[in-house]
């Protein structure tokens, strides 16, 4: 009866620990923070919130201008040495990949500053610059309050910490926006080519 009692008491403790394992990985689906956050946003995609931004150039956009078109958004700082700097290349060689959708006013590339102390519109032509940017179709814009850029990183799921040297941890993606504004997938940052085939089969469908 001991072993019969045990048995039954490690199945229900197993049964318990399955329960809470599924619940916390989405039904076994996530294991990572990064996997459940994609998982969210395809299944309930979030209306980004229609902020105001000031580019490169010194103007001004916002999430609400660019609605009509599909974004690919990026969130970097300008003196990062790792993720940031390839990912300048990497919208720029989004820029020749979706050259006609661009040019149609069909797609925007958007990198978003969340150093924004640091990267005034001077700092971020120059980003634009090292990357091999040609200008076309490729914004590079900062939030102008404090109360904007957390609302952003938010509503992207965006992480950075201080790293203790000036500058961030901080995870790196591509996020899609949909031309009603929502949020609807999020790429691998070194994954361009992937970017461009998601937005182009949707153009075209």
Same mark, same amino acid.
């Given at each position: 009866?001991? @072993?019969?009692?045990? #048995? ?5 403790? *197993?049964?318990?620990?399955?329960? @809470? ?22 299944? +309930? /995609?979030?209306?980004? /919130? ?15 201008? #660019?609605?009509?078109?599909?974004? *690919?958004?990026? !969130? ?31 797609? @925007?590339? #958007? ?6 102390? +640091? =990267?005034?519109?001077?700092? *971020?032509? =120059? ?14 814009? $900062?939030?102008?309050? /404090? ?8 509503? !992207?799921?965006?992480?950075?910490? /201080? ?14 926006? =949909? ?10 940052? =070194? ?5 461009? $085939?998601?937005?182009?089969?949707? *153009?075209?469908?």
């Amino acid at each position: 009866m001991a @072993v019969l009692r045990t #048995l039954l008491i490690s199945l229900v403790l *197993l049964a318990a620990g399955i329960g @809470v394992l599924a619940g916390a990985t989405d039904g076994f689906r996530a294991f990572t923070t990064e996997t459940a956050r994609r998982i969210a946003v395809r299944e +309930h /995609p979030p209306v980004v /919130p229609p902020l105001l931004l000031q580019t490169a150039e010194g103007g001004r956009t916002s999430f609400a201008a #660019l609605r009509g078109r599909w974004l *690919l958004v990026d !969130f970097i700082y300008t003196r990062c040495e790792t993720y940031c700097s390839v990912q300048g290349g990497e919208f720029a060689r989004l820029q020749h990949q979706l050259a006609g959708p661009i040019a149609s006013g069909k797609v @925007v590339l #958007l990198s978003v500053s969340f150093d924004p102390a +640091h =990267d005034d519109p001077a700092a *971020l032509a =120059d980003y634009q610059r090292r990357g091999g940017g040609n200008g076309a179709g490729w914004i590079a814009a $900062r939030p102008l309050n /404090p109360a904007d850029l957390a609302a952003l990183m938010r509503s !992207f799921g965006v992480v950075a910490v /201080p790293d203790g040297l000036g500058g961030f941890v901080h995870n790196a993606a591509i996020a899609v926006v =949909d031309p009603g504004g929502r949020l609807v997938e999020i790429l691998n940052w =070194d994954d361009p080519l992937g970017a461009a $085939r998601y937005v182009t089969q949707r *153009l075209t469908s």
